[in-house]
């Protein structure tokens, strides 16, 4: 009787070594797992935009302006918008830094007028005034400040300050009467602006505020963020 009650517990011993053996690899694979998901979540959120020194943004879309005729009248335009965080830049590893963006906006934007009624390209004109090679040039000085939304990749900022403008024609846009003329022009003039950022993807609205007509420039494109 005393040799079976102690092949009992000997019994019910190994089985419990043997089941602790069997489940300690069963809960490190667990636990493996659940911290491979926490890197995995914290990577997602750790995106390329949160980490953006340096953003160089080509871009493309529409420009809206008053042409020589005082029409309304759109033409293709094309950017090359470079950027900086200071805050990442100084602030490398501070929340501030993660969610919060300020720093200067510039580049070139371009966008070839031609005549007024002329097409999207600014060819094939349906009125000539003598503006067939007329080109318009705006460089942006910006200051930018926006916010990172937690948990997400998308990212709202306000723009403002001044585009600096050319216009090889000064007349194939009304900026007032003090600009106008048949040479080409130089002129800073304040402007606002938005930037709405969903990852590498970029919209970017912006209005020139002159003494004459608006000029709107709205375009898309991709966000190559440097770190």
């Known amino acids: 009787m005393h040799k079976n009650r102690s092949s009992i517990v000997l019994a019910s011993g190994l089985a419990l070594v043997s089941s602790l053996a069997i489940g300690t690899p069963a809960w490190s694979q667990e636990d493996t797992i659940a911290a491979r998901t926490e890197r995995t979540e914290e990577e997602v959120t750790d995106r390329g935009i949160q980490k953006e020194v340096v953003g160089i943004k080509p871009q493309a879309g529409v420009m809206v302006f008053n042409d020589a005729l005082d029409q309304t009248d759109s033409r293709a335009a094309g950017?090359?918008?470079v950027e900086m965080n200071a805050l990442t830049s100084f602030f490398k590893d501070s929340r501030l830094a993660k969610n919060w963006y300020l720093g200067p906006s510039t580049g070139v934007i371009y966008s070839h007028l031609g005549e007024p009624n002329s097409n999207f390209f600014g060819s094939d004109p349906g009125?000539?005034?003598?503006q067939g090679g007329s080109n318009y040039l705006?460089?942006?000085?910006?200051?930018k400040i926006g916010?990172?939304?937690?948990?997400?990749?998308?990212r709202l900022s306000l723009r403002s300050g001044g585009n600096f403008t050319y216009r090889s024609v000064a007349d194939a846009l009304n900026f007032g009467p003090t600009t106008a003329g048949a040479g080409s022009r130089w002129r800073m003039y304040p402007n606002v602006g938005a930037d709405f950022e969903l990852g590498q993807f970029v919209i970017r609205p912006d209005l020139t505020i002159t003494p004459g007509n608006e000029v709107f420039t709205g375009t898309v494109g991709f966000n190559i963020a440097l770190g």
Not at 138 to 143: F, G, K, Q, R, S
């Open 138 to 143: 705006m460089v942006p000085l910006n200051l």
């Open 127 to 130: 009125t000539r005034v003598g």
């Open 147 to 154: 916010y990172l939304f937690p948990d997400t990749n998308f």
């Open 79 to 81: 950017a090359i918008i």
